[in-house]
């Protein structure tokens, strides 16, 4: 096969010697998802031509809602607000409403007012749900049945209905206001007989999430009961649309994402495909930030300068209290998050994953440190310089771990993002609290360190 | 609902009053992934107890599949081989042969021998296959078709052999030697007309995975194609298995954590619910090797003991220096590797990769680093030491962007874990590398510094 890299090659030469039927039947033959990285290889004028290429083949909507969304807004600004318009009518309505969230403030308004009334219509009840809800994830299209129909007659109600069927893998069975009374397992009703009534195949009682529900708590759901669907419903269980397990991946994935940058304090957006000028505005106000951290700890090892310039070896062990420290701190803190993120802490508690983590670091504090204060000694020939570094560790170890395990969780108590700024948190007070520990012994030990 | 905790309570007091019939309506009425956290909270014998009540409804082995693999242990010391090999006969391949894997060594031999035969045989053709494979994660129940049925004859196959249809998503059209060669999504089957055949309804050419192909790749297949299942195929393109969707999952997510933890210095198994003196175990070999890496840093440091010794306020700045760029570098490692993970460098390359990153790196070194320059003169009133500070967070930074970035692209290339180890490797070689520079300079510059 093809490298993306490559395709993007005979593409843009098709282009550029005019050979458009032959670029469109090349187009026509990849897989919408493969068509992504190829469109985001090419130029402004280039991505207007094969778009208009796609277009024609009813091909284009589906390729936008397959490339990253870091990518969106370069071709947003290869295309005409007609243009994207007419393929934004073409999408599902999560995809519109997270295709739409890349537009440029000012552009918004122009393309919306170009799409059909009722979708404008769905589209700003959708945005009455909150960013990141089951609201904003779900698809509107969807099969509801009554408990009275035969399998036969719900088949025939499906191809009724289904031009697209991609949504079609579990049956709605609802009561006459629509509530949500079962779902029925397509595969259930072709396994059935034709006979067989829906109130006789259905799950009664099926797993539901309230349209304001957050988007991780539906992958917590999907995942846990291993669900191909979940329907969400309003306050009074009356079904609203669906939200199929293709989307929970991009949501399970996405906040993988979300949680190991915001442990090493990047910005969900800035992606490997994001130009340098963005990383960089990304970036920088997180490094200062970091910045500050680590001159307040600068300030802290300035207060013991008369104990550095007496024994000037403390300075060499400055980056061994803070590599350990700082690496406790983070392991507890990984630890922490990620179960909070699988919803794994049902198997524990949060009083008792403190407690374990702090176990823990105290075990290992305990063992480094006697090994590096042994290697201290041995450095330095003096025990006090040993005694320091160990009982250095020892605190700073347990100090990781307490806050490593206690602030993800603590963040997660008050409604917040357990990981966005932990990282530089933990590591700063670690840090600080390890030098202090380190130097201010340091001091009260000077005459013996000095001998 | 009842949380984990209080369902335990309850399960745990009928138990001691020895209402069985009552706990066992209780367990009943749960489903299978609402019973793992409750077992987990149990202690051996009521484990047994729980699992036996559990077994007569036939629901052990679902019930078990739904637990985090490292509290199975605890669970399996509870069972006697015969029980065990008689729950371990109710599962799935897939799933038998992840079970199979936190058994003891010394007991594994003895509860497969009591494995029906034509179990064991499966179970030892699926074991030939590599370690976090595809082969290891299908399942071996599917429907093959031949291209000429009619979907009513395809229907009347289906109500014939799905006593479990739990599998079916896609049927599976193959030619005579069972080589693949399109799929039916079943909901087209239902969508389609009785007489329409397998030939006209199916999607050709679709995506397979090889039986050795990694997980992580089959992982990739989904997320990308939106599938809910990819059939499983050998050398010869014969169909062997599928793989679906929930498993996925499954992938994803451990996926997901293997990276998080990786970058940490985590071992997978070291989970919330492990017990304090497994982490211990699992932690200590990494940090003993962290703390080898900050004693070289520390090395490193003590060879500019005599610029130290005249300027002591050079040691203030180390905590800047180390800061800075080991930050920097796990963020340019957390880009790339999460990049690998998503199949995102299609998007980009790998060299244009590493470009950004150091860009990136270069340019947010220089603006940090003339702020921190800055604040240094400020506050120890010597432009040198400012100047000084400047150029070892550019540098710094730029070398923890190359690090960062071209560490787990080497490693991936070199068919490694692009994360393992990278976390230690890339903060150790960028501290020396700052210490060195920053010290370094000063060395050079003392006259300038001493004034």
Do not use: C
């Amino acid at each position: 096969m093809a490298t993306p890299q490559e395709t993007t090659r005979i593409l843009r030469r098709l282009l550029a010697s005019g050979m458009q039927a032959r670029a469109q039947r090349l187009l026509g033959r990849m897989r919408p998802a493969d068509r992504g990285p190829v469109l985001s290889g090419l130029t402004p004028p280039e991505i207007r031509t094969v778009v208009d290429l796609l277009f024609q083949q009813h091909r284009a909507a589906s390729t936008l809602t397959e490339l990253p969304p870091e990518l969106l807004p370069q071709i947003f600004d290869a295309l005409g607000d007609q243009r994207l318009a007419d393929i934004l009518a073409r999408l599902e309505l999560d995809d519109l409403v997270e295709l739409v969230e890349w537009l440029d403030e000012e552009r918004r308004e122009g393309v919306l007012a170009r799409l059909p009334d009722r979708i404008h219509a769905e589209l700003r009840k959708m945005e009455t749900y909150p960013p990141e809800s089951a609201g904003r994830a779900m698809i509107t299209r969807f099969v509801a049945l009554e408990k009275s129909m035969t399998a036969e007659q719900a088949i025939d109600r499906i191809r009724s209905v289904a031009a697209d069927s991609e949504s079609i893998l579990y049956l709605y069975v609802v009561d006459d206001k629509r509530r949500l009374e079962g779902v029925v397992p397509i595969r259930q009703l072709v396994a059935g007989g034709p006979d067989r009534v829906m109130a006789d195949l259905m799950i009664p009682d099926p797993i539901s999430v309230r349209a304001d529900a957050d988007q991780e708590e539906v992958a917590q759901l999907v995942t846990r009961y291993n669900l191909l669907a979940v329907p969400v419903v309003d306050d009074e269980n009356r079904i609203l649309g669906v939200i199929t397990v293709d989307d929970v991946i991009e949501v399970i994935n996405e906040e993988a994402t979300e949680d190991m940058y915001h442990l090493a304090g990047l910005s969900e957006e800035d992606r490997v495909f994001s130009p340098a000028h963005h990383a960089i505005r990304k970036r920088l106000p997180w490094m200062l930030l970091n910045l500050a951290a680590t001159f307040l700890a600068a300030w802290v090892v300035g207060l013991f300068e008369r104990t550095l310039d007496e024994i000037v070896a403390l300075a060499f062990f400055m980056p061994v209290v803070a590599g350990m420290g700082g690496n406790g701190g983070i392991q507890a803190l990984t630890v922490i998050t990620r179960a909070i993120a699988l919803g794994e802490l049902e198997f524990s508690s949060g009083l008792r994953a403190v407690g374990k983590e702090v176990t823990v670091a105290i075990v290992v504090g305990a063992i480094t440190g006697l090994v590096s204060g042994f290697l201290a000694y041995l450095w330095q020939g003096n025990a006090y310089l040993g005694l320091v570094l160990f009982g250095t560790m020892l605190a700073t170890m347990a100090v990781a771990g307490i806050l490593g395990a206690a602030v993800p969780l603590t963040l997660k108590a008050l409604g917040q993002d357990p990981a966005v700024g932990s990282g530089v948190f933990v590591t700063t007070l670690t840090d600080i609290f390890g030098f202090a520990a380190f130097l201010g012994m340091g001091t009260i030990l000077l005459d013996r360190l000095a001998a």
